[in-house]
């Protein structure tokens, strides 16, 4: 089944506590992404890759790293978590930039 | 600022009426897109319409774009309470990044 998966669904972490989200899609696709999604600000951008090895920022990219060394995966990481970035965190892929985006179900993020 | 902005930001209707959301943008663009989201959940892309487009349709959903005025709108025909959701519309800058508005929640009241 073609899909985006995202582990793990749901984190509780505290303040300063390095942590990874990842991400994998099984389509071949060289464009990914992560959003993240808050009350009244809709979904916001946090960095894209194009293909791999290839990564951008995109309009939230502060207190996050990614990384593509493969084309299937792309891993948000939280360097030192803070609780501004308890929010909603959607990873997606699609064939190329520009193209329908297939979504991942979604990490609910708490950062106490 | 967002780029997409839809309006309005909830609508309740009764089940077979008619919806219709609108999406306003800034810049030029590459193509617009749909998508729904239930609650908490990833969004689903619905449609996609490409700046040369005026009008999509797929199934119960139609979609019209006008470039000139820089606006979108998505009709769903004959809802049903299945279509009780969020609905995005996205668009396409530069060919890298895709720019969502804030959404409409939509209420099907049976």
């Known amino acids: 089944e073609a899909q985006v998966t995202q582990n793990p669904r749901y984190l509780i972490t505290v303040t300063g506590k390095k942590l990874t989200v990842t991400c994998s899609q099984n389509?071949?696709?060289?464009?990914m992404s992560w959003y993240r999604q808050d009350p009244g600000l809709g979904l916001r951008q946090i960095y894209y890759?194009?293909?791999?090895?290839?990564?951008d920022k995109g309009d939230v990219p502060e207190g996050y790293k990614v990384s593509r060394k493969e084309k299937r995966n792309f891993p948000l990481i939280l360097e030192s978590p803070s609780p501004n970035q308890t929010s909603l965190y959607f990873c997606?892929?699609?064939?190329?930039?520009?193209?329908?985006?297939?979504f991942g179900p979604g990490t609910r993020l708490t950062v106490l | 600022s967002q780029q997409g902005e839809e309006d309005p930001q909830a609508l309740s209707i009764q089940e077979g009426e008619n919806a219709t959301m609108n999406c306003s943008y800034k810049?030029?663009?590459?193509?617009l897109q749909w998508y729904r989201q239930n609650s908490g959940r990833g969004l689903v892309h619905l449609i996609l319409?490409?700046?040369?487009?005026r009008e999509k349709h797929s199934g119960r959903l139609r979609v019209t774009l006008d470039t000139s005025k820089k606006s979108s709108s998505l009709l769903i025909t004959a809802s049903r309470a299945a279509d009780t959701a969020s609905y995005f519309c996205?668009?396409?800058?530069?060919?890298?990044?895709?720019?969502f508005g804030q959404g409409t929640r939509l209420t099907i009241n049976p």
């Open positions: 997606a892929s699609s064939l190329f930039a520009g193209n329908e985006q297939f």
């Open positions: 890759s194009m293909n791999v090895e290839v990564t």
């Open positions: 996205a668009t396409v800058l530069g060919a890298q990044k895709l720019v």
């Open positions: 319409i490409r700046s040369n487009e």
């Open positions: 389509m071949n696709h060289e464009y």
């Open positions: 810049t030029s663009i590459n193509n």
